[in-house]
């Protein structure tokens, strides 16, 4: 179980992956896996760099370069459009079932995440203002500023329609966003009070919005479940892919 989490740039902020392995690869590999895929490390080695051969990603590895994916975030593999039309439609199904919750069951503590449905959908709403206002080199003011924080989430109603604006802020960031390789830097000052410089590129951010989404969702998720709501699957394949019947 997870403690309840606090809300700071440096929380929102990019984490550090394994030597070699760039943002672009994991959010490849999620979505990779998220349409039926397996993915073992057998698996992942023996696709080298998704797109390479084996040998050459290997070698990549080894030279500490980063695995990169070819056309990422341009090919008809896997774009920011359709990656965020994704994600807010698993974003409505997962808002479907909080709605008819009480205000009681909204704001109800589980030791889980940030430690209740209430503050787990306000982290995520604004941390996604968070990294868009990073994208677009805004400045983004101390914490306790920002419009909304963990730990005075607005009721649900206000949420929702926050978050419907905040989405199409993002659409339009997304839209006029023409280099996703851009290297980006900005200070933040971490948990334990440290000052340090962040370096990361549009596309490095974009990737930490969608797998933080995820991950705080299946969060909101298992509190639903312990309240008795079935929350069904909002896998990438289950949503995003065409199903017709078979014939013959």
Request: a negative charge; hydrophobic letters at 40%; one cysteine or more.
């Amino acid at each position: 179980m997870n403690p309840p989490a606090r809300a700071s740039s440096a929380a929102c902020g990019p984490r550090l992956l394994p030597p070699g392995v760039s943002p672009p690869a994991v959010i490849m590999l999620v979505l990779y896996v998220l349409s039926g895929h397996p993915a073992s490390p057998k698996d992942t080695e023996a696709r080298g760099d998704f797109g390479a051969t084996s040998d050459s990603g290997a070698a990549r590895r080894r030279a500490g370069h980063p695995i990169a994916v070819t056309g990422f975030l341009t090919s008809s593999m896997i774009n920011p459009i359709r990656t965020y039309d994704y994600l807010c439609l698993a974003r409505g199904r997962l808002l479907g079932w909080v709605r008819p919750l009480s205000a009681e069951q909204y704001a109800q503590a589980f030791p889980i995440g940030p430690g209740s449905l209430a503050r787990t959908l306000t982290h995520i709403m604004i941390c996604e203002w968070y990294y868009v206002r990073r994208i677009e080199r805004l400045p983004v003011p101390p914490y306790d500023q920002w419009p909304i924080q963990d730990e005075h989430p607005p009721a649900f109603a206000d949420l929702e329609a926050r978050w419907t604006a905040q989405a199409a802020t993002t659409r339009e960031m997304i839209a006029a966003t023409e280099d996703w390789g851009t290297t980006l830097e900005y200070p933040i000052t971490e948990d334990d009070g440290r000052a340090v410089i962040v370096t990361a590129s549009a596309g490095d951010i974009f990737t930490q919005l969608v797998l933080h989404e995820v991950h705080h969702r299946a969060q909101a998720m298992n509190m639903l479940r312990h309240l008795g709501i079935a929350s069904q699957d909002l896998d990438f394949n289950t949503l995003m892919y065409n199903r017709s019947a078979a014939t013959g």
